[in-house]
C-alpha cells in the first residue's frame, strides 16, 4: 500500500483545512496512520497519529486542540482536520503507515513509520 496526502493549500491565518490521506493498495484499515510534516529549511516533524482502528491518538503539543486526526476505515480514508491555522503550520504534510505493533512510545516518531507518500503543502498567511 502507498499513501497519498490531498487538500493542502493557501490559508489565512485562524483558517481551517482538511487534510485527506488515500492509500493505492488494500489493506489500509492494517496500519497505523502517522501526519507529519516538514517546514521550509526544516527537519520532519510529527503532528498527530491514530492507531490502526482509531482507539487512541497523538498529538504534538503545538496542534493540540486545534487539529484532529480520524480515519475510516471502511473508506479507506484517513483525515487531519486544521483549525485556527497559524503561520507556523506553513509546511508540506505528510502522511504515513506504522506497523500495528508499533508500541506508544514509537508512534510520534517518524522511524516507526515504514509507508510514506508524496506530502501537499499547506501555506498559511498572516
Known amino acids: 500500500v502507498q499513501l497519498q496526502a490531498s487538500g493542502g493549500g493557501l490559508a489565512q491565518a485562524g483558517d481551517s483545512l482538511r487534510l485527506t490521506c488515500t492509500p493505492s493498495g488494500q489493506s489500509f484499515s492494517a496500519y497505523n496512520l502517522g501526519w507529519f510534516r516538514q517546514a521550509p529549511g526544516k527537519g520532519r516533524e510529527f503532528v498527530a497519529a491514530?492507531?490502526?482502528?482509531?482507539?487512541?491518538?497523538y498529538y504534538t503539543d503545538s496542534v493540540k486542540g486545534r487539529f484532529t486526526i480520524s480515519r475510516d476505515n471502511a473508506k479507506g480514508t484517513g483525515y487531519l482536520q486544521m483549525n485556527s491555522l497559524k503561520p507556523e503550520d506553513t509546511a508540506v504534510y505528510y502522511c504515513?503507515?506504522?506497523?500495528?505493533?508499533?508500541?506508544?512510545?514509537?508512534?510520534?516518531?517518524?522511524?516507526?513509520?515504514?509507508?510514506w507518500g508524496q506530502g501537499t503543502l499547506v501555506t498559511v498567511s498572516s
Open positions: 504515513a503507515g506504522s506497523p500495528q505493533s508499533t508500541i506508544s512510545s514509537e508512534m510520534t516518531s517518524a522511524r516507526a513509520y515504514s509507508i
Open positions: 491514530i492507531r490502526r482502528r482509531g482507539g487512541t491518538t
